[in-house]
C-alpha cells in the first residue's frame, strides 16, 4: 500500500508584529535636538504577549512535525509565502495557522485534495478579559480550524482513516470579461475602489441559468461585497448580513453604504444568488479592485470591465470542527 502523503502549509513568523525599538527616549546633552519622533516606552505586557504568539506559533509546527515524523506518511512543509503553483499529488494538506493560513491554502487547492486546519495560537479568554483595560489580547480565531495543538493528532488519525470527513464547501467564481480569475474565494469577495473614501460606480443584475434577468440596479456606494455560507460569518456578519448553513451553495450579497438608493431597488441591495443564478456587474470608475478573501489577493479592473460572480466553482473539502458538523447541515 502506497503512503500516504501530506503537505504541512505553515504561516510565517514575520506576520507577528515585530516587537517595538526601545531606545534613548531623548537626546544626551551633548547630541544636537533631533526632529525625528522618539521611541515611546514600550509596554513589557504587550513584548510578553507578543513573543509568546510568536513561542506558541513555532511550538505548535514542531508538534505537528513531530506527528507526522512518527507517522508511516510522506509530508514537506513549506511556508506559505513561498507557494505559487497549485497543490497536487497530495492525499492531505494541513494548514497550521489559522484561518488567513486555511484561506491562503484554499486558493491552490480544487476539489480532489481536503484541507485540515490547525489554529496554531487560540485566544485565550482568560488572557482576553485580563488585559482588555491595557491592549487586545485576542489571538487567532481559527473558525474553520478543526484541530489545536492539544488535539492535532487524533483529529489527523481519523482524517486519514477516514472516520473524519470533510464537508464540501461552496466557493465564488469570478470571470472578468469573460475570462475566468485563476482564484476561487472561500470567504468572501469585495469589489470596490482601491481608495476606501471614494465612491464606487456600478450597475448589476441577476440572471439565470434559464436566461432569465432581473432589473438592472445602478449603484453609487462603498462597493459590493458577496459572501460564501462559510464566509457568511465573517465580514458580511459585521455588515449586518446573515448567517448561513454551511452546505448552501447560495452566495449572499450586499451592497456597502449605498448612496440614496431609489426604493424600488432597496430589496436588491441585499439578498442572495441562488446556485443557478449569476450576478452581471459593470464597473464605471476609472479604476476599481477585486479582492478575493481579504488584502493578498487583488484583480484590477477598470471602466466598462464587466465581471460574472456565481457559486460555479470547485469546492473545497474542509475537515471541520466537531461543534460546526453539531449544528447539522441546515445551520
Not at 503537505?7 to 526632529?35: E, M, N, Q
Not at 450576478?279 to 481579504?294: I, P, S
Amino acid at each position: 500500500m502506497a503512503r500516504r502523503r501530506v503537505l504541512l502549509f505553515l504561516k510565517p513568523f514575520d506576520v507577528y508584529p515585530p516587537r517595538p525599538y526601545v531606545g534613548a527616549a531623548a537626546s544626551s546633552p551633548t547630541s544636537a535636538p533631533s526632529s525625528l519622533p522618539q521611541p515611546r516606552a514600550a509596554n513589557p505586557k504587550v513584548l510578553s504577549y507578543l513573543d509568546d504568539r510568536c513561542r506558541v506559533h513555532k511550538d505548535t509546527i514542531d508538534l505537528c512535525q513531530s506527528v507526522l515524523q512518527r507517522k508511516s506518511l510522506d509530508w514537506i512543509a513549506v511556508q506559505r509565502n513561498h507557494l505559487c503553483q497549485p497543490i497536487r499529488d497530495v492525499d492531505l494538506v494541513v494548514a497550521v495557522g489559522g484561518d488567513g493560513t486555511l484561506l491562503r491554502a484554499s486558493h491552490f487547492l480544487d476539489d480532489s485534495v481536503p484541507i485540515l486546519g490547525v489554529n496554531s495560537d487560540p485566544t485565550c479568554t482568560k488572557e482576553v478579559e485580563e488585559l482588555s483595560d491595557e491592549f487586545d489580547a485576542r489571538r487567532s480565531t481559527g473558525y474553520l480550524c478543526a484541530a489545536t495543538a492539544g488535539n492535532f493528532e487524533q483529529i489527523l488519525d481519523v482524517t486519514l482513516d477516514g472516520s473524519r470527513r470533510p464537508l464540501e464547501l461552496s466557493r465564488i467564481s469570478v470571470k472578468l470579461n469573460g475570462i475566468q480569475l485563476p482564484t476561487y474565494a472561500l470567504n468572501d469577495i469585495l469589489v470596490s475602489h482601491p481608495c476606501p473614501a471614494s465612491v464606487s460606480r456600478f450597475s448589476f443584475r441577476k440572471r439565470n441559468n434559464t436566461g432569465d434577468n432581473s432589473r438592472l440596479i445602478n449603484c453609487r456606494s462603498s462597493g459590493l461585497r458577496v459572501s460564501t455560507a462559510a464566509g457568511s460569518t465573517a465580514a458580511m456578519l459585521s455588515a449586518g448580513g446573515f448567517t448561513m448553513p454551511l452546505s448552501s451553495r447560495e452566495l449572499q450579497y450586499m451592497i456597502r453604504e449605498p448612496i440614496s438608493p431609489m426604493d424600488a431597488d432597496k430589496a436588491m441591495l441585499h439578498d442572495v444568488l441562488k446556485q443557478e443564478q449569476h450576478m452581471h456587474v459593470v464597473w464605471y470608475n476609472q479604476e476599481g479592485a477585486v479582492y478575493v478573501d481579504g488584502s493578498h489577493v487583488v484583480h484590477s479592473i477598470q471602466h466598462g470591465d464587466s465581471l460574472e460572480i456565481s457559486s460555479g466553482a470547485p469546492t473545497l473539502k474542509v475537515v471541520l470542527p466537531e461543534h460546526l458538523l453539531k449544528m447539522g447541515p441546515e445551520w
